[in-house]
Each structure stands twice: as structure tokens, then as C-alpha cells.
């Protein structure tokens, strides 16, 4: 009997205290993990591993990366134990090829993973493993490499990926009612339309939204992860966004999931 693929994921996953929260954006991430198909493995794709060339993570057991400082004691007790997966890392390596794909046995998972995946499978029981972001390569590049991935989902592996489709930290406000600038909703409203329409060329040159790109993606890596899950989409999935909004006046918590039946929201 044939099996649905696997759905593919991108969450916004702003900032790192969302793994210790509990608000709509965390919920609706529980929610994900209740109602999506069980994975055999998890491929996740972060902003916070950028790398020159493209590496993958091959340890047996992944250590709870803490790569952010100025947080309270108790994020830093946060350990999110799931099992890597060697053998799949050797799998993808094979099939990106001729591309040139590093083993790398240390990297774990950083808090752009664990502080989602604490929310979506508390029991850390899915073995999960990293692909890094080649910070050298053009935005083709990643959303190429998201369609030779694509394989993936028909063997029982959730290709996740986590950034924010906004993130300008030098724009940050705090405050308990904030105003999010015209530039920020513009492009997250840009992209969200973009992703309903099937339209994967105006998220490849983000860029050519002018001044409203520029401020909401000052820096490529959190917005990249977002290629991936669009280049190992299909014209046959449904499209659905679990969660959105902006938080802290640039931070978009848009999250996508591509999946041949609705799962969620």
C-alpha cells in the first residue's frame, strides 16, 4: 500500500525563550507534532548552522547546542537528548551528490531546532540531524538543493527547516505593545503571498522587494531555510501556515507546511 510522503516544514522560531513558553506560536507547534504523521527522522535545516560549504551532521548522539548568551539560567538547563542518525546522514550525502557534502561527527543541535522540536516531540525519540547552510552559495543554490531533498519525504523523513522570514535584531523594540514598521508586514505579507501562489521564483529573489527586503532580511541565514522546505514542496501539496504574525516589531513567526493532505491549520 502506497504511503503519503512526509509534509515539509519551515517555523518561524524567533526567539530562543519560545522553549520555555507557552503561547500561540509554541501551541500551534504542539499541535503540528500531535496531528503530523510520525517521521522515521528528522532533517532540520537552522539559521544558526552557516557554514563555508555543506555539511551534515553524522553524530550518534547530538548534544543540546546553547549558542546564544544574556538569557536566564534555566534556558541553558534546557537538553533536548533525541538519537542522531549516522546512517541517514551517509544517505543524504549520497544523494546530493556530485555535490561535495561534509561529514561532520560534532555539530548537535543548535536552539534554532530544539527550542521548536522541545514543543513538537517532547519525548526526543525522532532521530534528528542538521544540514548546514553554505554561506557562499546564492539563493538558487538552496532552493535546488531543497528539490534533490525532496526524495526524503517519501522515505519517512520531516525535512524541517527554522528561521524567520523577518529578522532584524537591530530594529528590535520591547515593550508589551509594539508597532511593527510598514517595511515588516509588507515583505512577510509579500512572502506569505508569494508561497499561497506557488510563486517559488519571488522567494528565490526576495531582493527585488527593494528597500522592504533590505530592512527585513539585512542578513540571509534566517530567511534561506526557507528555500528548502519550498524547493522540496510539490505542486501536489496543499499549502497552510500554522502560525504567523511579527513579534517584537521584525521578527516574523510565519511558519509553512507543504503536505499532499492538510494536517493542521
Same mark, same amino acid.
Given at each position: 500500500?502506497? %504511503?503519503?510522503?512526509?509534509?515539509?516544514?519551515? !517555523?518561524?522560531?524567533?526567539?530562543?525563550?519560545?522553549?520555555?513558553?507557552?503561547?500561540?506560536?509554541?501551541?500551534?507547534? &504542539?499541535?503540528?507534532?500531535? $496531528?503530523?504523521?510520525?517521521?522515521?527522522?528528522?532533517?532540520?535545516?537552522?539559521?544558526?548552522?552557516?557554514?563555508?560549504?555543506? #555539511?551534515?551532521?553524522?553524530?550518534?548522539?547530538?548534544?543540546?547546542?546553547?549558542?546564544?548568551?544574556?538569557?536566564?539560567?534555566?534556558?541553558?538547563? &534546557?537538553?533536548?537528548?533525541? +538519537?542522531?542518525?549516522?546512517?541517514?546522514?551517509?544517505?543524504?550525502?549520497?544523494?546530493?551528490?556530485?555535490?561535495? @557534502? #561534509?561529514?561532520?561527527?560534532?555539530?548537535?543541535?543548535?536552539?534554532?531546532?530544539?527550542?521548536?522540536?522541545?514543543?513538537?516531540?517532547?519525548?526526543?525519540?525522532? +532521530?534528528?540531524? %542538521?544540514?548546514?547552510? *553554505?554561506? /557562499?552559495?546564492?539563493?538558487?543554490?538552496?532552493?535546488?538543493?531543497?528539490? $534533490?531533498?525532496?526524495?526524503?519525504? *517519501?522515505?519517512?523523513?520531516?525535512?524541517?527547516?527554522?528561521?524567520? @522570514?523577518?529578522?532584524?535584531?537591530? $530594529?528590535? /523594540?520591547?515593550? #508589551?505593545?509594539?508597532?511593527?514598521?510598514?517595511?515588516?508586514?509588507?515583505?512577510?505579507?509579500? !512572502?506569505?503571498?508569494?508561497?499561497?501562489?506557488?510563486?517559488?521564483?519571488?522567494?528565490?529573489?526576495?531582493?527585488?522587494?527593494?528597500?522592504?527586503?533590505?530592512?527585513?532580511? +539585512? /542578513?540571509?541565514?534566517?530567511?534561506?531555510?526557507?528555500?528548502?522546505?519550498?524547493?522540496?514542496?510539490?505542486?501536489?501539496?496543499?499549502?497552510?501556515?500554522?502560525?504567523?504574525?511579527? #513579534?517584537?516589531?521584525? !521578527?516574523?513567526?510565519?511558519?509553512?507546511?507543504?503536505?499532499?493532505?492538510?494536517?493542521? $491549520?
Amino acid at each position: 500500500m502506497s %504511503q503519503q510522503p512526509m509534509p515539509t516544514l519551515f !517555523i518561524g522560531h524567533g526567539s530562543p525563550m519560545n522553549a520555555l513558553e507557552d503561547n500561540a506560536h509554541t501551541r500551534a507547534w &504542539c499541535r503540528l507534532g500531535e $496531528q503530523l504523521p510520525k517521521p522515521r527522522a528528522i532533517l532540520a535545516i537552522s539559521a544558526h548552522w552557516y557554514t563555508r560549504g555543506t #555539511e551534515i551532521a553524522a553524530a550518534e548522539k547530538p548534544a543540546t547546542l546553547h549558542d546564544f548568551h544574556g538569557f536566564p539560567p534555566a534556558l541553558y538547563e &534546557c537538553d533536548y537528548p533525541a +538519537p542522531g542518525a549516522p546512517d541517514l546522514a551517509r544517505e543524504i550525502q549520497e544523494l546530493l551528490q556530485p555535490l561535495n @557534502v #561534509e561529514l561532520d561527527d560534532n555539530w548537535g543541535l543548535d536552539h534554532g531546532i530544539w527550542s521548536v522540536l522541545m514543543h513538537m516531540y517532547p519525548q526526543a525519540g525522532i +532521530p534528528t540531524l %542538521q544540514l548546514s547552510i *553554505d554561506a /557562499t552559495k546564492p539563493a538558487e543554490f538552496h532552493y535546488e538543493l531543497g528539490r $534533490q531533498l525532496r526524495p526524503l519525504r *517519501d522515505r519517512g523523513v520531516l525535512i524541517l527547516a527554522s528561521g524567520n @522570514v523577518v529578522h532584524n535584531l537591530a $530594529q528590535v /523594540t520591547w515593550g #508589551e505593545r509594539v508597532a511593527v514598521p510598514a517595511w515588516a508586514e509588507n515583505f512577510n505579507a509579500l !512572502i506569505r503571498d508569494a508561497l499561497a501562489r506557488g510563486d517559488h521564483r519571488s522567494l528565490i529573489h526576495y531582493q527585488l522587494a527593494g528597500h522592504d527586503a533590505r530592512l527585513a532580511v +539585512p /542578513t540571509p541565514e534566517h530567511f534561506l531555510p526557507l528555500l528548502y522546505v519550498a524547493g522540496a514542496s510539490s505542486e501536489k501539496d496543499n499549502v497552510t501556515f500554522p502560525t504567523d504574525g511579527i #513579534e517584537l516589531g521584525t !521578527i516574523s513567526m510565519l511558519s509553512v507546511m507543504f503536505a499532499r493532505q492538510t494536517a493542521t $491549520q
